[in-house]
């Protein structure tokens, strides 16, 4: 793996406010390479020191493997969620917010 785009990847989901999430397909977007596979692999392997539980699926729902306690820490960052999913509509991150 990449150690810049994993430092990258890491530096923009640190800056995902409470209460917003972004899709990892949104993060390789703000990196400007790599895509949503690749994000997964440097979440999957480096991402348990930022907040994982705000990068969510394209379907507004946290990683498979951590779902229960993903909706648990979304629920204490008080995300609008619809369900078992994160309400993409209100919660979603806007490309272009600052970060990255």
């Known amino acids: 793996?990449?150690?810049?785009?994993?430092?990258?990847v890491l530096s923009v989901v640190e800056q995902i406010p409470p209460g917003q999430v972004a899709t990892y397909g949104d993060i390789a977007e703000i990196v400007g390479r790599g895509g949503p596979r690749?994000?997964?692999?440097v979440?999957?392997?480096l991402g348990g020191g930022v907040p994982w539980w705000?990068?969510?699926r394209a379907d507004g729902r946290?990683?498979?493997s951590l779902e229960e306690p993903g909706?648990?820490?979304l629920r204490a960052d008080k995300t609008p969620l619809k369900g078992d999913r994160?309400?993409?509509?209100?919660?979603?991150?806007?490309i272009g917010s600052g970060i990255g």
């Not at 793996?1 to 990258?8: F, G, R, T, W």
């Open 43 to 45: 979440m999957a392997l």
């Open 38 to 41: 690749q994000v997964g692999h």
């Open 71 to 73: 909706l648990r820490l």
């Open 86 to 94: 994160v309400d993409m509509e209100r919660a979603r991150l806007r």
């Open 62 to 64: 946290p990683a498979r």
């Open 54 to 56: 705000r990068v969510v």
């Open 1 to 8: 793996m990449d150690d810049d785009y994993a430092e990258l």
